[in-house]
């Protein structure tokens, strides 16, 4: 089982490599939602074009950390639907498993931040809620 996010945007939080406040690094802190025992449950976003420079800046940061493997990246992703880290080592030639963790920390963060660039420059806002 994974954990999901939805609303304007929809997807699932990597699992082992992104965890579900990681919308945090694009300038909004998440807005933790708890249930009626108490238990927190959910985190809350709400981007706006206010926040334009900074999603484009946790973008650029993610860029940057990634460097030249990001088409790399893309063409394993595009030919696969699932992974295992060792593959990933592999395929990128990289020296350690916790190497590649980090690297898709980073990948996974960059979609979740041109998602949410996408939905503020198309509709103004973009507003989601991710599972704990």
Same mark, same amino acid.
């Given at each position: 089982?994974? %954990?999901?996010?939805? =609303? &304007?945007?929809?997807?699932? !939080? ?7 406040? &990681?919308? +945090? $690094?694009? /300038? ?6 708890? &249930?009626? &025992?108490?238990?927190? *449950?959910?985190?809350?976003? $709400? !981007?706006?074009? +206010?926040?334009?420079? @900074? ?5 650029? #940061?993610?860029?940057?950390?990634? /460097? /030249?493997?990001?088409?790399?990246? +893309? ?5 696969? +639907? =699932? ?11 990289? #020296?350690?498993?916790? #190497?590649?963790?980090?690297? @898709?920390?980073?990948?996974? *963060?960059?979609? @979740?931040? %041109?998602?949410? @660039? ?15």
């Amino acid at each position: 089982m994974g %954990r999901f996010y939805y =609303g &304007d945007i929809e997807g699932k !939080f990597w699992f082992g490599v992104q965890d579900s406040f &990681d919308a +945090d $690094n694009f /300038g909004v802190e998440g807005e933790v939602i708890v &249930d009626e &025992d108490g238990e927190m *449950r959910m985190v809350a976003y $709400n !981007f706006t074009k +206010d926040h334009l420079h @900074l999603i484009e800046g946790g973008i650029f #940061d993610c860029e940057e950390e990634i /460097g /030249g493997q990001l088409e790399l990246l +893309d063409k394993f992703f595009s030919e696969k +639907d =699932g992974y295992t880290y060792l593959e990933v080592k592999e395929f990128l030639g990289m #020296d350690s498993v916790e #190497d590649v963790k980090e690297l @898709l920390g980073y990948y996974s *963060r960059l979609h @979740l931040g %041109r998602k949410i @660039l996408a939905c503020v420059k198309e509709s103004g806002s973009c507003s989601f809620e991710g599972e704990l």
